[in-house]
């Protein structure tokens, strides 16, 4: 035996996930090619650029806009986004007085379909405990200074409400239309961790 | 389930939006490997998220300093967990198959 640097332990999650999925693919439980299709469809297919569409849409349509704000689950199905994480998604609305920042201090919950994977900060415990006792000095040091005159809602997320930020549209992009607005608007404004920049 | 997308150029989803998802390709692989048990309907959503809450909450108590934060440790946990208690996979099949394959000869791509 050669394993010197795993004895004595239990073996690596590497070992045990590899062993599961051997497991399952063994009983015909999972096809490692369908499982191959589902990690490609979250890494390259699903992600902020759903939100994003959302946003911009939001920004250009007043009516949907207001559908949007009213009941987010629906009014972001109509643009073809749902799936596992997406139901219940409330959207809630960033102003020059108001900022939101999303949360989930219990575990994970992230609206996959508009968002994509949640990202490593989102899920560490300092963020989760320390987004709800200081959010200010938080989103500071992400770089995110608002002055003292916004009032800051920390929103956390459960299985009942997923939280989408909607950010302010950011001033001098009047001009642009629905689909070049979509590149300016990252994940972490639909956190509401960052604000849109207008380039 | 959702829109067909670019994968580069213009219309592709805005990599520098986003970091790296998963650190290591076991994460991805316990990822995709609930979420297509999920989709064949193996277990229920709500399921998956109770073991998972259970597995974080259990770690947070524990305070273990020697057991540093890591998701997607909690992620297969709670999927192993789940499988458990619905008798599909047992956690003790697991862990004798992972030892097992740890005993490979050297070469394999698991001793660099």
Redesign the interface.
């Known amino acids: 035996m050669t394993t010197s640097s795993e004895s004595g332990e239990t073996p690596s999650a590497a070992l045990r996930t590899e062993a599961l999925e051997q497991l399952l693919t063994e009983r015909g439980l999972i096809d490692p090619e369908i499982v191959d299709a589902f990690i490609t469809n979250y890494e390259t297919n699903v992600g902020p650029l759903n939100g994003a569409k959302v946003v911009a849409k939001a920004w250009t349509d007043p009516e949907y806009r207001r559908r949007l704000l009213a009941d987010g689950t629906s009014a972001i199905k109509e643009l073809g986004f749902g799936g596992p994480q997406g139901e219940h998604i409330v959207v809630v609305e960033n102003t020059p007085t108001t900022h939101n920042v999303v949360v989930c201090t219990l575990c994970s919950c992230y609206p996959w379909p508009v968002l994509g994977l949640p990202p490593s900060w989102y899920k560490d415990p300092v963020y989760r405990a320390r987004v709800v006792k200081e959010p200010r000095t938080v989103l500071s040091e992400m770089g995110l200074d608002l002055g003292d005159d916004v009032q800051i809602t920390v929103r956390d997320s459960t299985s009942e409400v997923r939280w989408l930020v909607l950010p302010e549209r950011p001033a001098g992009t009047e001009h642009l239309t629905e689909e070049e607005l979509v590149p300016l608007i990252t994940r972490d404004a639909m956190v509401g961790v960052a604000k849109v920049a207008a380039a | ?5 670019d ?1 580069d150029g ?5 990599r520098a ?3 790296l ?1 998963f ?4 994460e ?6 609930a ?6 309907g ?1 277990f229920t ?2 399921q998956f ?1 109770r073991a ?2 259970a597995r ?1 909450a259990a770690w ?1 108590n524990a305070r273990d300093q020697d057991r540093p ?5 909690h992620w ?1 946990a709670a ?2 967990d789940v ?1 458990d208690e619905q008798g ?2 047992s956690c003790d ?3 004798t ?7 490979r ?2 070469g394999h791509d ?2 660099h």
């Open positions: 389930m959702t829109a067909p997308l994968v213009a219309a592709a989803p805005p939006n986003g970091e998802v650190s290591e390709p076991w991805s692989r316990a990822f995709g490997m979420v297509t048990l999920y989709e064949a193996a959503w709500p998220r998972l809450i974080i947070e934060w890591s998701y997607y440790h297969l999927l192993e499988l599909t996979v099949e697991v862990a198959r992972a030892l097992t394959l740890a005993q000869p050297a698991h001793h």
